[in-house]
Structures are given as C-alpha cells and as structure tokens.
C-alpha cells in the first residue's frame, strides 16, 4: 500500500465553507531556465475544497496575487534602517547570536533551494514502465533505447548521475508520447501538483502532455493511432518539449550541457527533502510555526533553543513575529552538513543575512 501523501501548494485565501476548506487563486510553481538559470512561475489550478493542513506563509516571488502578475514598482513604506537594527535594538543583538546567524544563513540556503525543490519527481516509476511498455510495445521501446543511447554519445561530458537522469528523461517522454497516441495513462496523486493527477499541457502537431506522476498505461493501438505515434516520436522539437515539462531543460547551445549537469546534479543531490516534503505534516521550511513545552514535532530538530532566545530578552513568540523558525528539518539538516563550509561563510555576513531576510536597507537612521 502506498504511503499517504500530502499535497501542497500555494493559495491566496482559504475559506470555510459546509465543514470543509477551499482554496482560492490556487497556484503551483513550475520551474524553466532562462537566463541561463532555473526560474520558478506559478501555474494556476481551479478553486477546489480540500481536507487536511493549511499554513500561513509569505508570498513567494513567483506568486500572483489574485492570479495577476504583481505590480513593478511603486512607493511604499520605506524598510528600517540596517545599521539601528542590527547595532541599537535588542533584535540586533538576538540577530547577532551565534545560532541566529545560522538559522539565517540556512534560510538563505533554503531560497537558493526553492527553484529545485519546485521540480517534482515524474520520473519515480519510469523504470517499471519501460519494462512495461518495451513488453507490450516492443517496436516503439526498441527506438526509444536506440534515441537514448544517441544521448550517450552526443553528451560525453555528462557525469554518470546526469546522464542517467537525461537518458530517463527521453525514454520516459517517448514512451509518454506513445501512450497519448495510442492508449491512455493513468496517475496517482502528485504532492506539487496539490493532489491534481495530472496537469494538461497543449504542445503543437496535436500533442497534449498530461505531467504527473503515472501509475499504469494502457495501450489500444490502431493503424492510424500507430501513424500518429510515429508522427510524433519523429519530431525533435516536440520530444524536448515534452522532456522539458518532466524536467526543465536549457535551450541547445554553448554551455547547455554543463548547466544541465549541475542542475541535475544539486536536484537528485535533494531527494530525501522532496520525499519528507510530500508526506511531512509540517512544510519542509516551517515560518512561523511554534509547539509549547519544548515539544519537537516529528522529522525535525532544535535550530534555535529556547534559552538562547530567553537570554536575548525574546522567546519563540519572537521567532514566530520575525518569520524564524526554530525548527530543522532532518533531511534539511543533513544538507547543511554538506554545505557546512558555505554556511560558516554567510554566518559571519549578519548584515547581509537580515537585509535579505527582512529586507532592510543600508541607509543611515
């Protein structure tokens, strides 16, 4: 049996309505390279009911209010001064604490994250499909093999990792475009879809790509099903654009291939966080979220304890009011461990570290 999964995603309100929660302007991030990085952009699902948890937490920068691209400029409320928090407040103090600094520099870790972590796994059962399909389609599965092992060849640079990753990502998209000509798939649950089976993408020739995370196909082929698939399968602009909504891939060019490694690298490098995400209670980064009586919800650890927070004059309360959690993921914790060296190095920058956090500005009091 399945181990239960909890969706997530961002909504801009959560109402009550007859005994249960619903969403409004509901949207999921999707991840794309431009600029030659992964960017993230929300992509909106319909209002829907739900069961279980709902959190409050900031916006991210991707995030539409009301589903409409925010506002580019504008006067606002000018942010506090750097130098009179951090240096004539007792919150500058609490800032300057060693475990604060490093729960600062985590959170920054954390962000440079985000785009990644927005990535979903639809490749998880891949494998048994192929096996699957290369059974019941053998023609079309034994071309696949031979496209993949032209990826081996035109990609010598990749590491082992990568290369594993992008070979499974063409076999998986050809295999996908096959069954959408000839048969049907069936999905379950995708945690970064918020439950949704699948989402619909219209490609050209026809194409549509249903990404989620498939369960079982099945395949009914006729002659002129059978002419479609190959229709399809021939195109290369169409299999990198359904390879690129299974996992974002960078334009043909100067550099692509490396850029890739490296993003495919850090992503598989995040497994263990996309697993506890998907079935934790609790986000993986919790922002305001607090227990009384010392109590550690399950998968996490102290970051802040509540005697070093007691003796800058504050408690959690105080964590909660400023976005800091005290609480660390497990699968986040053994990351940083990792990244122990890069963290010691953001950790002595407090300056820098709550201008990003809070948003404060260097400017004189």
Same mark, same amino acid.
């Given at each position: 049996?399945?181990? #239960? /999964? &909890?969706? &997530? ?6 109402? %009550?309505?007859?005994?249960?929660? /619903? ?6 991030? =999707? ?5 030659? $990085?992964?960017?993230?952009?929300? &992509? ?55 475990? /604060? ?15 990644? =972590? ?47 990753? %992008? ?9 996908? +475009?096959? /069954? ?24 050209? @020739? ?8 498939? %369960? +079982? ?15 399809? %399968? ?19 060019? #100067? ?10 690298? $850090? ?6 966080? @996309? @697993?506890?995400?998907?079935?934790? =209670? ?30 800058? !004059?504050?408690?959690?309360?105080? =964590?909660?009011? $400023? !976005?800091?959690? #005290?609480?660390? $993921? ?36």
């Amino acid at each position: 049996m399945d181990s #239960p /999964v &909890f969706p &997530f995603a961002w909504a801009e309100r959560v109402r %009550r309505s007859d005994g249960s929660l /619903v969403a409004e302007n509901i949207q999921v991030p =999707l991840a794309h390279w431009e600029g030659g $990085a992964i960017q993230v952009r929300g &992509f909106q699902l319909p209002e829907r009911r739900f069961t279980g948890y709902a959190y409050r937490m900031p916006a991210q920068a991707w995030f539409r209010p009301d589903g409409k691209d925010a506002p580019s400029g504008g006067a606002g409320n000018c942010p506090p001064s750097l130098e009179r928090q951090l240096y004539a407040t007792p919150f500058g103090r609490f800032c300057r604490h060693p475990e /604060v600094r490093m729960a600062l520099a985590q959170d920054r870790l954390a962000t440079l994250l985000a785009p990644l =972590l927005a990535i979903p796994d639809l490749l998880a059962d891949e494998d048994r499909l192929l096996r699957d399909w290369e059974v019941e389609r053998p023609e079309a599965a034994l071309l696949a093999r031979r496209s993949s092992g032209e990826l081996a060849l035109l990609n010598p640079g990749l590491g082992t990792a990568p290369l594993t990753l %992008r070979i499974r990502l063409r076999c998986a998209a050809l295999r996908r +475009m096959d /069954v959408a000509a000839v048969g049907r798939e069936v999905f379950r649950p995708c945690p970064a879809y918020f439950g949704e089976p699948h989402i619909r993408f219209e490609l050209q @020739r026809g194409f549509c790509l249903k990404a989620g995370m498939v %369960r +079982m196909a099945n395949s009914w082929p006729r002659p002129d099903t059978e002419a479609l698939s190959s229709e399809w %399968r021939s195109d290369p602009g169409l299999i990198h654009a359904a390879e690129t909504l299974l996992f974002p891939l960078p334009q043909p060019g #100067p550099g692509s291939q490396e850029r890739f490694s490296r993003a495919a690298e $850090a992503w598989l490098a995040l497994e263990p966080m @996309r @697993r506890f995400q998907e079935q934790s =209670l609790l986000p993986l980064f919790p922002h305001a979220t607090i227990y009384p009586y010392g109590h550690v919800p399950r998968g996490f650890r102290i970051r802040i304890s509540p005697d070093s927070v007691r003796d800058c !004059g504050g408690s959690y309360l105080t =964590l909660a009011a $400023a !976005g800091l959690s #005290p609480y660390l $993921a497990d699968p986040f914790h053994d990351y940083c461990q990792q990244r122990a060296d890069l963290l010691a190095e953001w950790a002595r920058d407090v300056p820098g570290l709550a201008a990003e956090k809070w948003g404060w500005s260097r400017r004189p009091a």
